[in-house]
């Protein structure tokens, strides 16, 4: 691992902290799409917790969805990503969405991303909710693979960027009127770097590591939004968590995604009579939004176990799918042979820390992109395989913000906060146990289907947890109290809409509101709005 010093071109003597131009915290799509641009103007450094491909991008199966059929395909995938969104779709940020994304490709395709070809022509599929065929695909099933190996590729051998793995966020630099001025960060031998930046870009990805269920990462703990959410920044939306219909199921097994490439591909869904349930829940069966899948799976799964089923596609599943073949082969399961039993897991958020179409943030000189943001081009309710477009091309608009406001480098050595560490650390298997303790509950009262009584319940818990919340420097202390921050905002969210919508299913109130409304957490206090550039003009 390189050490910060040697990385940003500091004076590592120097104790004032280390500086660049600009500081991006995560190394997945969203991040490096950003480091690519701005290392055309300044130095950047990309700091990451894990190895550098670890990310939530490195674990995307079915692939990246884009209009590359010309214009009609780019309105339709515009309508389709507005229909999944149930009404709460920001329709510019959709609109640059679809319209960016194919340049944006063809950009990924230039470094030397290799999607699945077949004479010569892109391969696509099709995934629940898409009008038509528009996704590409890598290695079978391995696309966020791909593209993270191909763009961390490109991005080693620019100059101005340095890469730091192995180092966690611990807070953002606030100065005065709230301006970010870069981040505090615990390294890999548990040491506290200062980095100071002109520009901070958050892309630390999404928190699935909230629930117990899940099919995110361990790195997914949410830490861009807490650092955000303390810093002052405006989040929104943060009810609105995607659960994907279907993770592998099986007692001691993790929550591993079964992509749904495989119902694209003819996989069906049956109950524990063998009866295929989704042909009388939506029109578009087994194809329909996510959010509808995953409730009929969960209702079906009370009565025993869910499979898929694609015993009678007639076409070789190892070659298509090689990853999902080969982790279902470790259980003597078989697509070609075996039904799968899935149930659904924590997959995407949808909200997030609030920013414009650039990525801007309501804090000056801190920007978000990708998981960790909230431009609302989701809506209430992703469309399959538009999260890695996401992070492709809202990272690039973040970048191009970042280089635009020419954020002048306020480098006062008498601001430079101090960091005191805690005397107190508390034992690691404490941690450990406390996040379970957070994780299944939220899973138990905060997951797929909600109500008041559970999510007040889920509060109370929240309020005997604050007691014991991890104290020190630890990786997993700083992640612990990320995640608290994260469950609190998810809660009170929750607790507030009054509604069902998209992800978001309340059992006591399971029909929409007339008025589709944004939720803005904005310093304790929570709010509604119609639009978020509305949320974003009051809030800053
Ligand atoms: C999947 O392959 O089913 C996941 C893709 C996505 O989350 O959009």
């Not at 300044?42 to 190895?51: A, F, I, N």
């Not at 279907?246 to 694209?264: D, I, K, Q």
């Not at 042979?337 to 897991?345: E, G, I, K, M």
Request: charged share 20%; hydrophobic share 45%.
């Amino acid at each position: 691992m390189p050490s910060v010093a040697s990385s940003v071109g500091s004076n590592p003597s120097d104790p004032r902290g280390h500086h660049v131009d600009f500081l991006v915290i995560g190394a997945g799509i969203a991040g490096l799409s950003a480091a690519i641009r701005l290392a055309g103007v300044g130095s950047v450094l990309v700091v990451t917790k894990e190895e550098l491909a670890e990310s939530n991008t490195s674990y995307a199966q079915g692939g990246i969805a884009v209009a590359m059929g010309g214009d009609e395909d780019v309105a339709l995938h515009l309508d389709d990503t507005l229909a999944a969104g149930d009404g709460l779709v920001e329709k510019e940020s959709a609109r640059l969405l679809v319209e960016q994304g194919p340049v944006r490709v063809q950009e990924l395709l230039e470094w030397g991303t290799s999607f699945d070809r077949e004479n010569g022509q892109l391969m696509l599929t099709r995934e629940g909710a898409h009008s038509r065929s528009r996704i590409l695909h890598a290695n079978g099933d391995a696309t966020g693979r791909e593209i993270a190996v191909s763009l961390l590729r490109h991005v080693r051998a620019i100059p101005n960027v340095r890469l730091l793995e192995w180092t966690t966020g611990i807070d953002l630099i606030v100065e005065q009127h709230n301006r970010v001025a870069g981040a505090i960060l615990l390294d890999g031998e548990g040491g506290i770097l200062k980095i100071y930046a002109r520009a901070t870009l958050l892309a630390s990805g999404g928190a699935g590591q909230v629930y117990s269920d899940t099919t995110n990462p361990a790195v997914a703990t949410g830490d861009g939004i807490a650092m955000a959410w303390r810093a002052g920044a405006a989040v929104v939306d943060m009810e609105f968590y995607q659960f994907h219909p279907t993770a592998f199921s099986a007692p001691g097994a993790p929550r591993f995604l079964l992509s749904e490439a495989l119902r694209g591909e003819g996989a069906i869904l049956v109950n524990a009579s063998g009866e295929r349930f989704m042909l009388k829940e939506h029109p578009l069966a087994e194809l329909a939004p996510r959010d509808v899948v995953a409730r009929a799976i969960t209702r079906e799964g009370m009565d025993g176990p869910v499979h898929l089923d694609m015993r009678h596609v007639a076409k070789d599943l190892h070659e298509r799918f090689p990853g999902i073949s080969a982790f279902l082969a470790k259980y003597h399961l078989d697509l070609n042979r075996d039904l799968v039993p899935v149930r659904p897991a924590a997959h995407y958020l949808m909200g997030g820390i609030l920013t414009d179409v650039h990525g801007r943030t309501t804090l000056p000189g801190l920007y978000a992109a990708g998981e960790a943001a909230c431009t609302g081009v989701h809506g209430a309710n992703r469309l399959a395989s538009n999260s890695l477009l996401e992070g492709l091309v809202f990272g690039a608009l973040a970048a191009e913000a970042m280089m635009a406001d020419r954020i002048s480098n306020l480098f006062r050595p008498e601001s430079f906060p101090s960091i005191s560490v805690p005397a107190e650390r508390t034992p690691d298997e404490q941690v450990e146990r406390w996040i379970e303790d957070l994780r299944n509950n939220m899973w138990k009262f905060a997951g797929l289907l909600r109500d008041a009584q559970g999510l007040q319940l889920m509060q109370h818990k929240l309020q005997a947890l604050a007691g014991t919340i991890p104290q020190g420097l630890s990786r997993r202390a700083i992640e612990a109290r990320n995640l608290y921050t994260v469950a609190s905002l998810i809660v009170t969210a929750a607790l507030a809409r009054c509604e069902s919508r998209g992800a978001h299913f309340r059992m006591d109130y399971p029909q929409h509101n007339a008025e589709a409304l944004h939720s803005v957490l904005y310093r304790n206090d929570i709010s509604f709005c119609r639009s978020l550039l509305e949320a974003f003009v009051t809030q800053q």
